[in-house]
């Protein structure tokens, strides 16, 4: 664990799906709670009435409470629920409280960066639901509006399901309305904000609850300022207890009280800084990938602004040629360099605007991605560069 916390400390990470927790909620997800358990019940359980099924949950269930008003807040949403342990488990509980048994479900598809947790072997699979992949403008990186309603019309799915694993750009809501109701079918719109769930929450992306989703979700450790964990948030008070009815003993056992309690902290964190912290990000993705492409790394949209999100998608066929790396090489060359991408061609910014980094420094970090990528060794630049940023900023510490 030392040689981990040493090696992370020294490397630049430019992961799309992670980010830095803070040093109150390192210890809140390290604390007593990480050990106990907490079940409010408040009904009759096995012939007696019971509040809480443990014993001593007094202050877990503050933070519980606060946790949930905090996400009402943060997320402007009537009802959140804060218990799933993943993002994934976010998405079981939207999906059953919309989609029953041979129902169809309609997503992204994988080609073009949708969640693979949506394929249909797997939750569709387990569930007995049915899947399709809407479709997709490759060249606008996002649904196709102008075949959508022929889509709706023939597949009739009952719940259209946006946001994707690699999203750049946000959705437009009233093209997705208009083409329902176009094919006169009324799908239940589900957003899947995994990923830019801490640029929805800083209002730099887009406002799905405002905009027709019926419900957002997503994991709470991309853009948002984490720990590890999902978060469900509605304001359909049918919707919500539906959703929050697929919890316990379904989807899921006993949340985990150190988690919600960290959570907790880190919206407050998003509540304070989040708006600044939001637009950061989107500037520090903009601004990469510009100057990427001055210095000669291949990405992609440039014609469309590159992205508005937190990822930048390289053009894996142009590095391929320029560099010799296919995306999986090339992610692991860099990380003999001390900068971590992932190796599925994404370069996120929401760790480094969390490490306080400005506009100003991306022009360094595009020339140490490409001359490690010529295979230079830029190791100890990296390095150094790094131990100047003032990690964490956008913290209360």
């Known amino acids: 664990m030392q040689a981990h916390e040493q090696f992370r400390a020294r490397a630049l990470n430019l992961q799309a799906s992670e980010n830095l927790l803070?040093?109150?909620?390192?210890?809140?997800?390290?604390?007593?709670?990480?050990?106990?358990?907490?079940?409010?019940?408040?009904?009759?359980?096995?012939?007696?009435?019971m509040h809480n099924a443990y014993g001593g949950t007094l202050w877990m269930e503050e933070v519980e409470d606060e946790a949930r008003a905090l996400a009402q807040d943060v997320f402007a949403a009537r009802h959140a629920i804060v218990d799933p342990i993943g993002?994934?488990?976010?998405?079981?509980?939207?999906?059953?409280?919309?989609?029953?048994?041979?129902?169809?479900?309609?997503?992204?598809?994988q080609a073009f960066g949708g969640y693979t947790g949506y394929d249909p072997k797997f939750l569709?699979?387990?569930?007995?639901?049915?899947?399709?992949?809407?479709?997709?403008?490759?060249?606008?990186?996002?649904?196709?509006?102008?075949?959508?309603?022929?889509f709706i019309k023939k597949t009739r799915p009952a719940t259209l399901l946006l946001g994707a694993s690699y999203i750049l750009f946000p959705y437009d809501f009233k093209a997705v309305q208009d083409a329902c109701a176009e094919a006169r079918v009324r799908p239940t719109i589900l957003y899947d904000g995994s990923h830019v769930l801490g640029l929805i929450a800083g209002g730099?992306?887009?406002?799905?609850?405002?905009?027709?989703?019926?419900?957002?979700?997503?994991?709470?450790?991309?853009?948002?300022?984490?720990?590890?964990?999902?978060?469900?948030?509605?304001?359909?008070?049918?919707?919500?207890?539906?959703?929050?009815a697929?919890?316990?003993?379904?989807?899921?056992?006993?949340?985990?009280?150190?988690?919600?309690?960290?959570?907790?902290?880190?919206?407050?964190?998003?509540?304070?800084?989040?708006?600044?912290?939001?637009?950061?990000?989107?500037?520090?993705?903009?601004?990469?990938a510009a100057a990427l492409d001055e210095v000669g790394v291949p990405v992609k949209f440039r014609d469309i602004g590159y992205t508005q999100s937190?990822?930048?998608?390289?053009?894996?066929?142009?590095?391929?040629?320029?560099?010799?790396?296919?995306?999986?090489?090339f992610s692991a060359t860099l990380e003999r360099n001390s900068i971590i991408v992932d190796?599925?061609?994404?370069?996120?910014?929401?760790?480094?605007?969390?490490?306080?980094?400005?506009?100003?420094?991306?022009?360094?970090?595009?020339?140490?991605?490409?001359?490690?990528?010529?295979?230079?060794?830029?190791?100890?630049?990296?390095?150094?560069?790094?131990s100047h940023l003032p990690a964490p900023a956008f913290t209360f510490d």
């Not at 196709?144 to 022929?150: E, F, G, S, Y």
Request: glycine share 8%; net charge neutral.
């Open 246 to 288: 697929n919890l316990t003993w379904r989807t899921m056992d006993n949340a985990h009280e150190n988690r919600i309690a960290a959570l907790a902290l880190a919206l407050a964190e998003m509540a304070h800084f989040g708006r600044a912290y939001a637009h950061r990000v989107v500037e520090l993705s903009t601004t990469l």
């Open 124 to 150: 569709p699979e387990m569930f007995g639901w049915k899947a399709a992949e809407f479709p997709f403008d490759a060249r606008v990186w996002n649904l196709d509006a102008a075949r959508l309603p022929a």
């Open 87 to 109: 993002g994934h488990i976010a998405a079981e509980i939207a999906l059953l409280a919309t989609t029953k048994k041979g129902g169809l479900i309609a997503s992204c598809p």
């Open 204 to 244: 730099a992306f887009q406002r799905p609850l405002k905009e027709g989703a019926a419900a957002l979700f997503g994991s709470t450790h991309k853009t948002f300022f984490g720990p590890q964990g999902g978060l469900f948030l509605t304001d359909d008070e049918r919707l919500f207890e539906k959703a929050k």
């Open 310 to 329: 937190h990822q930048i998608m390289m053009d894996e066929k142009a590095v391929k040629r320029k560099f010799h790396l296919d995306t999986a090489e």
């Open 343 to 386: 190796a599925v061609g994404r370069v996120g910014t929401a760790e480094l605007a969390r490490c306080g980094a400005g506009a100003s420094e991306m022009e360094d970090i595009a020339r140490f991605i490409r001359d490690a990528a010529k295979g230079k060794d830029v190791k100890a630049q990296v390095e150094e560069f790094k």
């Open 22 to 49: 803070s040093p109150a909620a390192r210890a809140a997800l390290g604390s007593d709670m990480a050990s106990r358990y907490s079940l409010r019940l408040d009904r009759e359980f096995e012939g007696t009435f």
